[in-house]
């Protein structure tokens, strides 16, 4: 099997130059980028597997990055940046990155995240489970009435259409609807959903939350199943 393709969009060279030697010592392609409005270019010309992005870029900033490969794309996106404020990394998950690390950081633990996100992200082995499965009912499609999340293909669809999300936020629609009317802390859909190797917070569950109910929950149409805040508590997928 082909190493995987890795995207660097950075403006420090000296970031590249150190991820850049413990990626490509680990196997992976690596292809880098310091000029935020050519990012776009080379993303399209060198189809990553994965993308680290910095968030302050000349030219076009990370949000903006983000932003347009997700209109087109569900590649796996590592946002880094100097800035912690709890708003940034809000900002950056409701965009669609899946990963936030905030700078200064260890070579080893962005390795450690890009392992991470590309075993929740594999779209190799998800095809070859595909071909090598049998008849039997896949464990893998979870479906209500007027609802599916496909775990194979990585789709959702809601009244036979077809919707588009980032792989976190169906990893965590599917874990919910695997689990019909239990409720879970935000700190057990982290350990759950993102793994005991993220380093998020409980906040980064709201957001995810909050985009998946505006993709699949429809006020003016009778559904059987929702998504539930349960106060002080967390979240459920409740079904009727």
Known sequence: MASYKVLLVDDDPSIIEVLKLYLEKEGYQVSSCMQGDKALATFASYAPDIVILDLMLPGMDGNDICREIRKTSDCPIIMLTARTDTLYKIVGLELGADDYIPKPFEPKEVLARVKAVLRRTDKREQTTSVASESS???SDIITYPGFSVDKIRYVVSVDGNEIYMPPKELELLFFLASNPNRVFTRE???????????????RTVDVHIKRIREKIENPDR???WSIKTVWSKGYKFETR
């Open 136 to 138: 039997e009912p896949s």
């Open 222 to 224: 009778e559904q059987n």
């Open 188 to 202: 057990q859909l982290l350990e759950n959903v993102w793994g005991y190797d993220f380093y998020g917070e409980s």
